[in-house]
């Protein structure tokens, strides 16, 4: 990076952990595929912190957990409606379903009944289930965003019954070996730093517990370093590798629910966090354990994402850092555009397509993209646009707007050449109303008049 931008973003994390008095911390940029900058302050065990120093990652793990969800819904093994007890019987969570568990709408309690979960060692699952009765269940189903520990609890175990295994295990085999996060773990494992809580009015320490969670360790167990959250963060942005399709990681950053409905700055998707802050949509995720905050988000329009990690209870705004290092590294060192090719090959009947289409009286433009993607926006600029995915001859799928999901046919005359488009049953055609399409409703015969 530029030296400008680097001594930026290491000024960022140096006030952080001066101001915020973090016994030490850690922070990386990340670029498409590369980790671009790495900065690291404080000490630990007398030493700087490297890229291979774990801290407790906290909440993060829930992103991890949400992916092993995705993929057994991807593989058919379950659907985000099913109600749990379709494949977790015997709960007291009835008909709340799988995707409000993975978005925090289930209503279900925040924390485990009991004792202070994060300082105090973990039982079983049985134990867990037995705590959670009727009373556990706050809202309505559905109602509002209630963030619940509890509910990837409950997610982790609904892992371990349909894959035949551990969670732990199913992460170990499905996500982290496939990504190569070797230093991603339950509990620590070499080169790691100690968990403190710093006195509120003295510089003094006190060294925080960090017990097994048993059944609640979905919600926040996991370990990781600066080089194995860089690779998360590709993750978070798209770079799924063989671990999810990357639809799959789009679904999962779009918002279920908004937290802060007047203003919805923050929101959740299906195990990420969702922050809007000045005009952009960044998606990641929050973590706190006693003696550790950690955060990672990514910017998916931009490509690029960051993340900090420090071994303290609380003080360093931690999202309000990663953020931060996202804006400087992009307004320092913006990206360069990709340079513009022409195509290499010419698809006569796609070519055909474009340019003017109407929906009744109003104009808008069909535009021909790569790998044969269909864009169609309102001329003006305002209204329903969407881009479309080809899903057949003369078949696509409709990717985001009012049009996500919905299909785009094209309808031809007998002689092969278009005669209008059908998308989710709105005719588009050449001229407005063409009388010689068939239009729902009919086209008036006289057609059009002065008034």
Known sequence: MLEACEFALSHRIAREQSANRAPSLVAAVIRDTEMVWTGARGRVDGQPPTGDTQYRIGSITKSFVAALVMRLRDEGKLSLNDPLDKHLPGTSLGERTIGQLLAHTGGLTAESPGQWWERSQGGSWEALNASLGTEELKHRAGRRFHYSNVGYGV??????RLRGMSWLDALRAEILRPLELTRTTPHPDGA????????????????????????MAPAGQLWSTMADLARWTRFTGGDSGDVLHPDTVAEMRE???????????TGYGLGFQLIRDSGRRFAGHTGSMPGFLACVLADPASGTGALAMANTTSGVVIA?????LIKIAD????RLPEEWTPATE????????????????????????RDRWLDLTPTSGAGRASRFRPDGA??????????AGETLRVVRHADGSPSHLDLATFVFTRTP????APVPGGVDPDGWRPA
């Open 331 to 334: 307004e320092l060192e913006p």
């Open 155 to 160: 997610l982790g175990e609904l892992v371990a």
């Open 346 to 369: 010419v698809d006569h009947d796609l070519l055909e397509l474009t340019g003017p289409w109407y929906w009744g009286p109003s104009p808008f433009t069909l535009r021909l993209l």
């Open 394 to 403: 003369d078949t696509w799928i409709g990717l985001d707007g009012y049009y």
């Open 192 to 215: 790691h730093a100690r968990g403190w809580a710093v006195h509120p009015y003295a510089d003094v320490l006190l060294p925080e517990p960090a017990p097994d969670a048993g059944a």
């Open 255 to 265: 918002p279920a629910i908004v937290d802060d409905g007047d203003v919805w700055s």
């Open 433 to 436: 109303y063409d009388p010689k």
């Open 320 to 324: 309000g850092l990663v953020l931060d």
